[in-house]
């Protein structure tokens, strides 16, 4: 979703405000503008569509104030109010085309406050939220604040969420940046200063960072940057160091960065339990988890909240837990969990699952949460994100930086960390020795199952090549794998645009079965394990009603031979583990269905990485 990049220093602003977008755009936008401030002239650019467009306008339109400028602000923009057009495309400007900004979020107060700004003369040339805070900001300025202080006072006006970074002509190589909600950071490097809504914008430049929280404004300049809180109260730094690396950004040597992470699976679970085995006391380590320690003891019930792919790895999760564990659980897409009035009593724990940890509506339902008074939780992917800093005690993924759109190794990883959440939970509970030691064992032999399920991709192109021209999926799987088949079925509706259910297999006669032909193929999951004669059963219903069927199986099982069109074998590992391997060959097909579209894999249409609107 939006993506935020400014710099301050001595080079020339233009290229590192470019490369930086063309990070971001991994994210998700529609239009995107940059706007170079150069001694005091201020000059804005804007364009519809991808990245190149901007840079055409740039080639055609550039001009020397804009080329040797150092100080400037540049924006991705995904449409929310107002449709993608230059117009509504950040920066925005006030009436006097004096001051810029960029912002991610919304305003939810902006009618009000833009009838009020209209009826003192305020013309809008937008359809857009964010200029009502341009025009409020001028406001105070005219009123005869600074730049520093018109910025906080128009934030004390603002109701909603803002990554905001703001330069004015009169103000000469500074920029104003301010969060509510939105992640924003401040990157330091020497002599030069960068903002950023996310690290992997700047990663080439510093690796040195302050992540603004709620309420805190960042002034930056070349000489030196300060932060300060809404009353204006300077804050005292906290430097953090990110240890992401170019080469996790970059896709090295591969087509895309989804096929990049899917191959990154094994080193992404190898990540996730690296340090954290315990084999002889069947038991993990997971330090994030300390300080809740005494009340995890003590919880009757959880509940996960959670979307999208994170959610159906909270749907596996969830079964995990109350197997093993012993303790039940409730698993709640975020953007319900607020608006249900569900009794939960203080023995409940919350926890959210998100890769990004910025996800606005699992965000809401830990807010939610903490004002129900109940302990929070969390896994999340990328440190220091906002999740992770508001929940009171969590694990940490480890799978490095996910850039393409649909997750991937972040789901793999998800698992494997519930898959340890497990062993916590259960061993503090009733989970003999013997049970922990086997789950651990079977956790470190991950890396190296998936490893050898990935030597077998090109057993997948050819099941690719063989359905690509089908319009319709069904997808099926039961118990563990009923999350398996949903998450397979999400991966190849949004990269592919190929209509795709998921199913749980004892459902098909309730309905789905209607749907049967040979013009719809079923990916069913259909493992040696608890529920294997009753996916036998379910593909039998759908064989008798020459519905093609392509299996996802344990190796060696040779009654599927007479049963599927096509068989993709994986090695065995336990029930709870095997969503992990099983959903793998889901992800290599929904790929290379999609290649064979010709897709833009990376940045499906209308989706955004982070979804930092609810
Ligand atoms: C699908 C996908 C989304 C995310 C969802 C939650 O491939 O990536 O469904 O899983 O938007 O995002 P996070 O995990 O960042 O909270």
Redesign the pocket.
């Known amino acids: 979703m939006c993506g935020i990049i400014g710099y301050t220093g001595k080079r020339n602003a233009l290229p590192i405000l470019l490369d930086g977008l063309k990070r971001l755009e991994y994210r998700g936008y529609d239009s995107a503008g940059i706007s170079i401030l150069n001694n005091n002239s201020l000059i804005r650019l804007r364009a519809v569509g991808q990245l190149s467009a901007l840079e055409k306008r740039l080639n055609d339109e550039l001009n020397k104030s804009m080329a040797d400028g150092a100080t400037g602000i540049a924006h991705t923009r995904w449409a929310t109010h107002g449709s993608p057009t230059e117009n509504n495309a950040h920066p925005h400007a006030d009436c006097a085309d004096k001051l810029h900004l960029v912002h991610n979020g919304i305003i939810e107060n902006y009618q009000t406050l833009k009838s009020s700004l209209e009826s003192a003369g305020h013309i809008f040339s937008s359809e857009t939220d964010t200029e009502a805070l341009a025009h409020l900001i001028e406001q105070e300025i005219n009123n005869g604040q600074s730049l520093d202080e018109a910025v906080m006072t128009a934030v004390q006006q603002i109701k909603g969420t803002l990554g905001l970074a703001v330069v004015a002509a009169n103000e000469p190589d500074k920029i104003v940046a301010a969060r509510r909600s939105s992640p924003l950071l401040l990157g330091i490097g020497q002599g030069e200063y960068f903002i950023a809504s996310d690290p992997s914008a700047i990663i080439p430049h510093t690796s040195q960072v302050i992540y603004l929280k709620d309420d805190e404004f960042a002034i930056i300049t070349p000489a030196g940057y300060e932060i300060k809180s809404l009353s204006g109260q300077s804050v005292a730094p906290r430097t953090e160091t990110i240890d992401w690396s170019i080469s996790e950004i970059t896709r090295g040597g591969y087509d895309t960065f989804m096929e990049k992470e899917i191959f990154e699976g094994p080193s992404a679970i190898a990540n996730a339990l690296r340090g954290r085995l315990l084999p002889d006391d069947g038991n993990v380590k997971l330090g994030g988890l300390d300080a809740a320690e005494n009340k995890l003891r003590y919880i009757d019930k959880l509940v996960i909240v ?6 159906y790895a909270g749907l596996a999760g969830a079964m995990m837990i109350e197997e093993y564990a012993k303790l039940p659980v409730a698993v709640l897409h ?1 953007s319900e969990f607020r608006y249900r009035d569900i009794p939960l009593d203080k023995n409940t724990a919350v926890l959210a ?7 606005a509506d ?1 965000l809401a339902a830990i807010h939610e949460a903490k004002k129900r008074g109940l302990l929070t939780l969390g896994i999340v ?2 440190v220091g994100s906002s ?1 992770a800093r508001e929940t009171e005690a969590g694990v940490y993924n480890h799978a490095g930086p996910e850039i393409s ?4 190794k ?2 793999i990883s ?1 698992l494997t960390v519930l898959g340890l959440l497990t062993v916590y939970l259960g061993r503090t509970r009733t989970m003999p020795l013997a049970i922990g030691q086997r789950i651990v064992r079977e956790l470190a032999r991950l890396p190296d199952l998936t490893e050898s399920i990935l030597k077998q991709a090109h057993k997948i192109c050819a099941i690719a090549e063989r359905y690509n021209s089908f319009k319709n999926f069904l997808y099926i799987g039961r118990k563990y794998n009923y999350p398996t088949a949903l998450e397979g079925a ?2 190849l509706k ?1 990269i592919s645009y190929i209509h795709a259910e998921g199913y749980p297999g004892g459902e098909l006669k309730h309905g789905p079965l209607a749907l049967v032909t040979t013009d719809l193929p079923t990916v069913a999951i259909v493992l040696r394990d608890s529920i294997y004669e009753k996916m036998l059963s379910n593909i039998q219903e759908i064989r008798a009603r020459q519905g093609p069927i392509i299996a996802i199986a344990t190796e060696n099982d040779a009654r599927l031979s007479e049963l599927a069109d096509d068989i993709f074998y994986m090695p065995k590992t336990i029930e709870m583990l095997s969503p992990i391997l099983a959903v793998i060959p889901l992800q290599l097909f929904a790929y290379e269905v999609a290649k064979l579209h010709g897709r833009d894999i990376d940045k499906p249409r209308n ?1 955004a ?3 930092t609107v609810e």
């Open positions: 959670s979307c999208g792919t994170s959610y975020a699952i998100s890769q990004s940890g910025e996800t699992t992917n990328v999740i759109v649909a997750s991937t972040a789901f998800q999400l991966k949004e989706l990485k982070s979804v």
